[in-house]
């Protein structure tokens, strides 16, 4: 049964880092794109980031770009997303989902994405002072 399981949340002040991991299990990590969403109380899930199955393609959302990144380690089957210079608007629970069948070099932000079947349980971030 595929797994994947978020770790690395917490509490830090604005302007901080935090790494963020997302171990998985139960299936190939090197055949799977990955999307990182997060959510906040009382908003919707949205897109964070994703990252292809061969690493050429990452993708970021406009309010995270330059502040992100996200790197795979196929070998220990675990995907990271560096988040620096958080602010108080980053704070939210952090999930990571995986496409198994994705297409060659393409992931996707959008976490309505049918393709995503496989969710994590999620890992909170507050960023506060």
């Known amino acids: 049964q595929p797994q994947l399981v978020e770790s690395g949340g917490g509490l830090v002040q604005p302007g901080g880092s935090l790494r963020l991991s997302c171990a998985t299990s139960?299936?190939?990590?090197?055949?799977?794109?990955i999307g990182w969403f997060r959510q906040a109380p009382g908003k919707e899930r949205e897109g964070v980031s994703c990252?292809?199955?061969?690493?050429?393609?990452?993708k970021f959302v406009d309010s995270v770009k330059g502040r992100f990144t996200l790197s795979r380690d196929n070998a220990k089957n675990t995907v990271y997303l560096q988040m620096n210079s958080l602010k108080p608007e980053d704070a939210a629970v952090y999930y990571c989902?995986?496409?198994?069948?994705?297409?060659?070099?393409?992931?996707?932000?959008?976490?309505?994405?049918?393709?995503?079947?496989?969710w994590g349980q999620g890992t909170p971030v507050t960023v506060s002072s």
């Open positions: 989902a995986a496409d198994r069948n994705p297409f060659p070099d393409y992931c996707s932000v959008d976490p309505r994405n049918s393709r995503y079947i496989y």
């Open positions: 139960g299936f190939i990590l090197d055949l799977a794109a």
């Open positions: 990252i292809s199955s061969t690493g050429k393609t990452t």
